[in-house]
């Protein structure tokens, strides 16, 4: 099979060949090696890649095919991991200069589960230094960029995750979401990302984080590949209090069943209040589409999320808590943006961050309310598309809103709420703007309830504006070069 | 609502904090900005009774 078939196939669409040997995990990994050799330059998605050592596991996943053990959906499956997530015996960076030598001598639970289910990991991707800021623009391993316009950002902090799986690099990232990290380059993107529900996933491994909200969930380039990386990485993890033990439901359970009867949320106030039209425009569509397929939509109120903005309060003297021993140490290591936004935690009083913790439950009660009434809410999964790498600021409504660095805030203000709320939230794909670029929709479903989230998000893709398009330079370096 | 550098210097010295050049405390400043409007927007908010009791429905909570 030519190699640009082999990269632009789903994890669904591959996983039966391999179980048939139809496809090899050798000849996968050296096509998806390949596409990284020829796109890394443009994309720096990267900051480390590993040939030698996925040629290797591609070997050794071959042969236990051969000998008959079949792992599962992502046996042979090229996937990247987010370089703050542990990888033994692999440097692992936050992104950082502080942490540009460091070599963990154990892999994460969820690297531990991916290696196990058969995945074969590619390298170790870019993001904002360490995984603080959504522009994914690295000052010490420089700029990851859109693989839909060079020139713009991929999103952050997953940033080099979103590029490669967008840009048939990778099949599938693992990624980590603390206010949209996830969910954000997905949407910037133009392909799918999950935060599931707190607790449901270990974040044992993943590095320099804050003990609330923080998140390890998959992009792919499809929801049931989505559903599929889920299915490998969730679960009890008796080391991580974070998670809980609940069962683990089949998450592709749901997929394909009719949306007929279900009911939507649609905020009335927050999501939609600071919006850019061709986003609101294309939000609306997608909303007027779940319809179409039979769901019912009711308008729902938010009034406690006025209040929203107070949840970084907590965020802030966390980060300074994290930070503090590196601060100490390596202070000169760190880029101004980071340093800046993470010192002005000290000033944070108790009495605000403990107000900041009775915001999060108030904000917790409302949607756990409003989600008695409907199965899901639906809202935008950013304000805006993906802005130019260079820009400092965007421009909405006649405000100017930092985009990098202290007072930077806006950009995930759609998406930081269920990292406070812990609710499973995903970013798919529902069209592009004018000028090229993604846009996405967001789902918030009930807790645990991951699989009802799956089949919305599944049925919508099958009717989306954005479904079978792909990035122009996917295939610029193929003769059979096609976008669709 | 802002905070003098006199007062941010301060604070950094008491709390053994990490110390801030006058220049740099206005490179943290667009973020003790937003900290402080945030928390100017609580003032009116009464979050005394934030607590689970606010969960129950009339049908579930029964009468005292």
Same mark, same amino acid.
């Given at each position: ?163 490669? *799986? ?5 099949? !599938?990232? #693992? %990624?980590?979401? =603390?206010? &949209?990290?996830?969910? /954000? ?60 033990? *609940? ?5 592709? !359970?749901? #997929? %394909?069943?009719? =949306?007929? &009867?279900?009911?939507? /949320? ?219 | ?64």
């Amino acid at each position: 099979m030519a190699d640009a078939a082999l990269v632009t196939m789903t994890i669904a669409e591959l996983a039966p060949k391999i179980k048939a040997k139809a496809i090899s995990p050798v000849e996968l990994t050296d096509a998806v090696l390949a596409q990284v050799d020829r796109l890394q330059p443009s994309l720096n998605s990267f900051i480390t890649i590993l040939p030698e050592q996925a040629r290797r596991q591609a070997r050794e996943q071959e042969a236990a095919l051969m000998r008959g053990e079949y792992r599962g959906p992502l046996h042979g499956i090229p996937i990247g991991i987010k370089d703050n997530i542990a990888t033994a015996g692999i440097r692992t960076t936050v992104g950082s200069k502080v942490f540009t030598d460091y070599v963990p001598e154990e892999d994460a639970y969820v690297v531990s589960r991916c290696k196990e289910a058969g995945a074969i990991m590619i390298g170790k991707e870019n993001l904002e230094e360490f995984a603080a800021g959504s522009t994914s623009n690295n000052l010490h391993y420089g700029a990851v960029h859109n693989p839909w316009n060079l020139d713009h950002i991929p999103g952050g902090s997953s940033g080099g995750g979103g590029a490669n *799986v967008a840009a048939c690099v990778t099949f !599938a990232s #693992l %990624g980590t979401d =603390l206010g &949209g990290s996830v969910r /954000g380059p997905a949407n910037f993107c133009g392909v799918v990302g999950l935060k599931q529900t707190y607790g449901r996933v270990s974040q044992r491994g993943l590095l320099v984080t804050s003990f609330n909200g923080d998140h390890i969930g998959p992009i792919t380039r499809s929801v049931r590949d989505s559903a599929l990386i889920l299915q490998a990485i969730a679960g009890y993890d008796p080391l991580d209090p974070s998670t809980v033990p *609940v069962l683990v439901p089949d998450f592709s !359970a749901l #997929l %394909g069943q009719e =949306l007929r &009867g279900l009911k939507m /949320g649609i905020p009335s106030n927050y999501y939609f209040d600071i919006i850019d039209p061709e986003v609101e425009t294309a939000v609306r569509q997608a909303i007027a589409a779940l319809e179409a397929l039979g769901v019912e939509a009711r308008e729902v109120a938010l009034p406690s999320m006025q209040y929203a903005g107070a949840l970084r309060i907590a965020g802030m003297a966390d980060s300074l808590v994290t930070h503090e021993p590196y601060l100490a140490t390596h202070r000169r290591d760190y880029g101004p943006t980071v340093l800046y936004r993470t010192l002005a935690g000290q000033f944070v009083l108790g009495r605000d961050y403990a107000k900041s913790l009775k915001v999060q439950r108030l904000i917790k009660e409302e949607y756990a309310r409003v989600l008695q009434d409907v199965d899901f809410l639906v809202t935008p999964a950013a304000p805006v598309a993906a802005w130019r790498i260079d820009m400092a600021t965007v421009v909405l409504g006649g405000t100017a809103y930092p985009v990098r660095g202290p007072g930077a805030g806006m950009t995930a203000r759609c998406t930081s709420p269920s990292n406070a709320t812990g609710l499973p939230a995903m970013s798919i794909p529902c069209g592009f703007t004018r000028a090229g670029l993604p846009i996405g929709l967001q789902l918030i479903g009930r807790p645990f309830d991951e699989a009802r989230l799956f089949q919305v998000a599944h049925g919508y893709e099958a009717v989306s504006p954005s479904r079978q398009r792909r990035p122009t330079l996917v295939d610029a370096g193929y003769k059979t070069g096609s976008t669709a | 609502m802002t905070i003098p550098n006199e007062t941010l210097q301060a604070m950094i010295r008491s709390y053994h904090g990490f110390a801030l050049t006058d220049d740099e405390l206005e490179l943290v400043r667009p973020e003790l900005e937003n900290y402080l409007q945030e928390v100017e927007k609580l003032r009116d908010l009464d979050l005394a009774s934030v607590m689970s009791g606010r969960l129950l429905r009339a049908q579930e909570g029964g009468e005292s």
